[in-house]
């Protein structure tokens, strides 16, 4: 699809960030859905560089949860929600043999808007084993069945190269209005180095977009509270040199 992205709105966005004064904990929580494991496991890697944000997996990181190993994360998140101890209600329930809170989370909405405009700009990792990801879910505090997802990237790091595979689109998890609609696109560039994504959404459609070009428009869209993640995953057993990095430059956001 050769289509150029609207222009970004002329007001000042709702959410902006550049990471240069650190990570501000009114706009993130640095936890990857910490009502499902313990703290020590959620808790991200990062330090400030002149480029914004770098998420890191250290060596001595966690697993996310024992059960998921081999699996470690460093996120960012923009809300968090969950049921008490015990529960089986929290934002992204994912996993298909269930999920309960081990750690309770007060509601925490930060930023969770129901339709607007996204960019962000990313240098995606080229560590072994390693995934940026970049989306948008349902929160769940007002009901279970607001819980779509759309994915705004998955960049695997062996993925990454003079040109760079990404996955992209929706996913429906536990919401019947959805439908999952995931894709791969090609983009002509190395995404190791910083670039900006664009993702749209509100009155049933979702546009994706990455460099001011359109990847992808879908004639759907989730229509309640979504909160942002950003995150580099490891899978597999540990290898290879750490840390392993990926750099987030900078959020602006409009609702």
Not at 60 to 78: F, G, H, I, K
Not at 135 to 164: N, R, Y
Not at 172 to 198: C, I, K, Q, Y
Not at 206 to 234: N, S
């Amino acid at each position: 699809m050769d289509e150029t992205l609207t222009p970004t709105p002329s007001r000042s966005p709702d959410f902006t960030d550049d990471f240069q004064d650190g990570l501000d904990a009114e706009k993130w929580i640095a936890h990857y859905l910490p009502q499902w494991t313990v703290p020590e496991r959620s808790e991200a890697r990062y330090r400030v560089v002149e480029s914004g944000l770098e998420l890191r997996i250290d060596s001595d990181q966690l697993d996310w949860r024992e059960e998921d190993a081999p699996m470690r994360v460093s996120n960012l998140q923009t809300a968090v929600f969950s049921g008490a101890v015990g529960s089986t209600r929290g934002t992204h329930r994912h996993r298909p043999d269930g999920l309960e809170v081990r750690t309770a989370m007060p509601t925490r909405l930060l930023f969770a808007p129901s339709r607007g405009r996204i960019d962000l700009t990313v240098a995606a990792s080229t560590d072994q084993g390693c995934m940026l990801a970049a989306w948008l879910v349902g929160t769940e505090h007002l009901a279970e069945t607001d819980s779509g997802e759309i994915c705004i990237f998955e960049i695997d790091a062996d993925a990454v190269s003079t040109v760079t595979r990404a996955r992209t689109g929706i996913k429906a998890h536990h919401d019947p209005r959805l439908m999952t609609d995931m894709a791969e696109v090609v983009l002509p560039f190395d995404a190791s180095e910083p670039h900006t994504w664009t993702v749209i959404w509100g009155d049933g459609e979702t546009t994706i977009g990455c460099e001011g070009r359109v990847l992808r428009r879908m004639p759907q869209a989730p229509d309640y509270p979504l909160m942002l993640l950003i995150d580099l995953f490891e899978a597999g057993a540990p290898s290879g040199a750490y840390p392993k990095t990926a750099v987030v430059s900078e959020v602006r956001a409009w609702s």
